[in-house]
Each structure stands twice: as C-alpha cells, then as structure tokens.
T-cell receptor, first 113, second 112 residues
Framework: DVKVTQSSRYLVKRTGEKVFLECVQD?????MFWYRQDPGLGLRLIYF???????EKGDIPEGYSVSREKKERFSLILESASTNQTSMYLC????????????FGDGTRLSIL | GQNIDQPTEMTATEGAIVQINCTYQ??????LFWYQQHAGEAPTFLSY????GLEEKGRFSSFLSRSKGYSYLLLKELQMKDSASYLC?????????????FGGGTRVLVKP
C-alpha cells in the first residue's frame, strides 16, 4: 500500500519565520505535489515535481518554494511566513500512467501567528 | 484554463441515495477522479472515469459524459460514515506530471 508521510500534523509558526514542510513517499513515484486546502476554495496546487530536481509552478506559487533533491522527498518552503498562509497543506504523489490516482498524505495544519 | 463546478453541500437520510454532480470545462480531457475526504483527514480515491458511461463499485457509482462535460457520483444505501466531502478532479490532456484540477468539493451530511 502506498504511504505518503508528512512530517507534522499540526504546526504553529510566527510571521516572518522560514517554514519547512516535509513529505516522503515510499513507492518510488515520479510525480509529487503540494496543495493547500481552504474552506470554500477547495484544493489548490502550489507546486509540483515530476522528477528529481525538477519543479513546476502550480496555480498559487507566490510566497512558496520547493525542493526535490531525492525522489522520495518533496519539501515545501515558506520563505517568510505570513498570516494568509495559515491553511491545511496536503502532499500527494502519483506514478507515471494516466489512470493512476494521486495518493495523499494526512496533511499539515499550519497556523501562522 | 479549467473550471470545475460542484454543489457546496447536500443533506440526505440514512439508507437513501444521493447524487453529486460535477460539471467541468477544460482545455482537453484525460480522465475524471472522485475522492472522499472525511473532516481532518486526507482525500482517498473512490473512482476514475475516462470513457463515457457508468462505473460501479459496491454502493458507489460514477458516471461520465465527455460530450456534456458532466459527471456524477452516486452513493446508494447511505450510511452515517458516508458523511464527508466529495471532491471531483479532472486531468487535462497533456498535463505535466499527471496533475489534477480539483473542484471545491461537496459536503454531504447523512442524517439518521
């Protein structure tokens, strides 16, 4: 069974801090994604990566960056956290192949004070 | 661009049937997914449609009409544990990395 693990379920940080959210998958998937989920707005794609060291912007990349140094790990970085980045963050992975579903981690609920 | 619409909320009674509609406009189409998400948990995969027609999996069925840009998820014999949000997601043709575009989700409340 696919396992996508996010490093924290709950995280509280202060405005201006640099924040790292980590995601690890154990199924050798090529593609990994970071979303944020807010009430009424659904899941919005921040960044994704289709290979090691490769990254592409999603729909809302501003204020975020990512790192994919190893295939199994995809990190989301908030360079200087702001209160409007308080949200639920979800990581997902998927292998190549058109009919494959994305597998999600349990999410990190991040609060920026 | 992509636009995906689904109702915000639906209420139904235990044992009944509920149909959640999803309409989409995308630049190309390579499949539609339905996910279930309980409060505070990760979305879990329910179904995938790429061809027109009905796919049945136990109490859950999903239908797709590509020409109409329309899908529905049918939940039969509703149980209390079916109270959750249901997310419709579309994979546009040529999408890099197999990325998906999600609708806002439909929250289903099952009452006794």
């Amino acid at each position: 069974d696919v396992k996508v693990t996010q490093s924290s379920r709950y995280l509280v940080k202060r405005t201006g801090e640099k924040v790292f959210l980590e995601c690890v998958q154990d199924m050798d998937h090529e593609n990994m994604f970071w979303y944020r989920q807010d009430p009424g707005l659904g899941l919005r794609l921040i960044y994704f990566s289709y290979d090691v060291k490769m990254k592409e912007k999603g729909d809302i990349p501003e204020g975020y960056s990512v790192s994919r140094e190893k295939k199994e790990r995809f990190s989301l970085i908030l360079e200087s956290a702001s209160t409007n980045q308080t949200s639920m963050y979800l990581c997902a992975s998927i292998p190549q192949g058109l009919n494959q579903p994305q597998h999600f981690g349990d999410g990190t609920r991040l609060s920026i004070l | 661009g992509q636009n995906i619409d689904q109702p915000t909320e639906m209420t139904a009674t235990e044992g009944a049937i509920v149909q959640i509609n999803c309409t989409y406009q995308t630049s190309g189409f390579n499949g539609l997914f339905w996910y279930q998400q309980h409060a505070g948990e990760a979305p879990t995969f329910l179904s995938y449609n790429v061809l027109d027609g009905l796919e049945e999996k136990g109490r859950f069925s999903s239908f797709l009409s590509r020409s109409k840009g329309y899908s529905y998820l049918l939940l039969k014999e509703l149980q209390m544990k079916d109270s959750a949000s249901y997310l419709c997601a579309v994979r546009p043709r040529g999408a890099a990395g197999n990325k998906l575009t999600f609708g806002g989700g439909t929250r289903v409340l099952v009452k006794p």
